[in-house]
């Protein structure tokens, strides 16, 4: 990779961890994971955020206007989808006991679902690529002919996203000790509290 797709690799992870950063029902469940579950149940709801994001970066990057406009077409189905899998993911974690008390994430089955419900979630927010858009053009990336800017820009989207779950699921383990099972308790009724009100939230804007 030369110099110029170097530094677009770097401001693609810029944004990456950007877009990740900001807290919202993604970086609760990953921290609520990461101290029921263990890093490997957090780090995978992390990258399957990273992974939707990278999709609508892609779709972005390289001009795919006809799958852009489907999708902002859809984007009422989606929303509906998206509220109603926040309050299930809501009512699950209420119901949640401590670790000590419930089965953990264990296993391919278990770290499938933690990635596939974040990556599911965020594609339901359309309004992603209306930003990865705006991001790419004012940054001369993208296009009809998409090409190697595009890619690298993803890609540093995408590793930027990922590092962002990273550092977020190693933060939480080093307390993850410390937390204990009533500790747990509160933290699995605060989250499932929070959950729902996004999940309320997005079924209410429907309704705009």
């Given at each position: ?5 170097m530094g677009v690799l770097l401001r693609g ?8 950063a900001p807290v919202g029902p993604i970086g ?180 705009v």
């Amino acid at each position: 990779m030369d110099t110029e797709g170097m530094g677009v690799l770097l401001r693609g992870l810029v944004i990456g961890v950007s877009i990740a950063a900001p807290v919202g029902p993604i970086g609760l469940l990953c921290i609520r994971r990461s101290l029921a579950d263990g890093m490997a149940a957090g780090l995978v709801t992390g990258l399957g955020a990273a992974t939707a994001d990278a999709v609508y970066g892609a779709i972005a990057g390289f001009g795919l206007a006809a799958v852009s406009a489907l999708i902002l077409e859809a984007q009422v189905p989606l929303r509906l989808v998206g509220g109603l899998l926040l309050l299930w993911l809501a009512w699950g974690t209420l119901r949640a006991e401590p670790p000590s008390a419930a089965a953990r994430v264990d296993g391919g089955r278990g770290l499938a679902g933690a990635f596939a419900s974040t990556f599911f979630l965020t594609l339901a927010n359309p309004a992603t690529i209306i930003s990865f858009a705006a991001v790419f053009g004012a940054l001369g990336v993208g296009g009809a002919g998409g090409g190697t800017a595009a890619a690298a820009m993803v890609m540093g989207v995408f590793l930027g996203s990922a590092l962002w779950w990273l550092i977020l699921t190693a933060g939480v383990g080093l307390v993850r000790a410390r937390v204990t099972p009533a500790l747990m308790r509160w933290i699995n009724r605060a989250s499932g509290a929070v959950l729902g009100g996004f999940g309320l939230a997005a079924l209410a804007s429907l309704a705009v």
